[in-house]
């Protein structure tokens, strides 16, 4: 059974870094993109970036390119997204995801999200 | 990027009646096309792939039609548990997008 368990929720103060993380297991980590979706409070889903663990092919939206950094640990089946200088603005549940082999590329696994608050 | 456009915002329906969801493409994705849906404080769960595949576990009443440009969900007898927020995803170009959702809400 594929499952993607997420770090914990997260309250932090504007300019502060942050790291989240998510494990893949039941399945073969480095041949699957896996990357992140960001949900604002009430709003919808936004594709951030995905990586590709096997060769660490990194693909990012174009609204987050530059303003996060993912990357992953093979030795450790674990993904990871991060701010160095956080933003009131990044308050949002992070979703991670496992994109299927080709010819299909959806996803088709979900963490179950981590909840990141950005206050003063 | 392509963008995806759902429609419409909102959709009342009585259960037991049916729901066509529409999702356009800003240029063509083949049937690269998946559809998901939210229920309130949950994760996204993959509904449809390839335009018209039901995932694993998906009833029957899920249908998902159309190609290029024109995508349609259709849920045939609203239950309870498909009031919910439904996105879909093309995933035929980097950046991959989301539309920004279609929410079932009960008439």
């Known amino acids: 059974e594929v499952q993607l368990v997420q770090s914990g929720a997260e309250v932090k103060k504007p300019g502060e870094s942050l790291k989240i993380s998510c494990k893949g297991s039941?399945?073969?980590?480095?041949?699957?993109?896996i990357g992140w979706v960001r949900q604002m409070p009430g709003k919808g889903l936004e594709w951030m970036g995905f990586?590709?663990?096997?060769?660490?092919?990194?693909r990012y939206s174009p609204s987050f390119q530059g303003q996060v950094i993912i990357s992953a640990d093979n030795s450790i089946n674990t993904a990871y997204l991060q701010w160095s200088s956080l933003k009131a603005s990044d308050t949002a549940m992070y979703y991670c995801?496992?994109?299927?082999?080709?010819?299909?590329?959806?996803?088709?696994?979900w963490g179950q999200g981590t909840l990141v608050t950005v206050s003063s | 990027e392509i963008v995806m456009t759902q429609s419409p915002a909102t959709l009342s329906v009585s259960p037991g009646e049916r729901a066509t969801l529409s999702c356009r493409a800003s240029q063509s994705v083949g049937s690269d096309l998946a559809w998901y849906r939210q229920k309130y404080g949950q994760a996204p769960r993959l509904i449809i792939y390839s335009a018209s595949t039901r995932a694993a576990g998906i009833p029957a009443r899920f249908s998902g039609s159309g190609s290029r440009t024109e995508f349609t969900l259709t849920i045939s007898s609203l239950q309870s548990e498909d009031f919910a927020v439904y996105y879909c995803q093309q995933y035929n170009d980097w950046p991959r997008t989301f539309g920004q959702g279609t929410k079932v809400e009960i008439k």
């Open positions: 990586i590709y663990p096997g060769d660490s092919d990194t």
């Open positions: 039941g399945y073969s980590f480095t041949r699957h993109w």
């Open positions: 995801a496992r994109e299927e082999l080709l010819p299909s590329a959806h996803l088709g696994d």
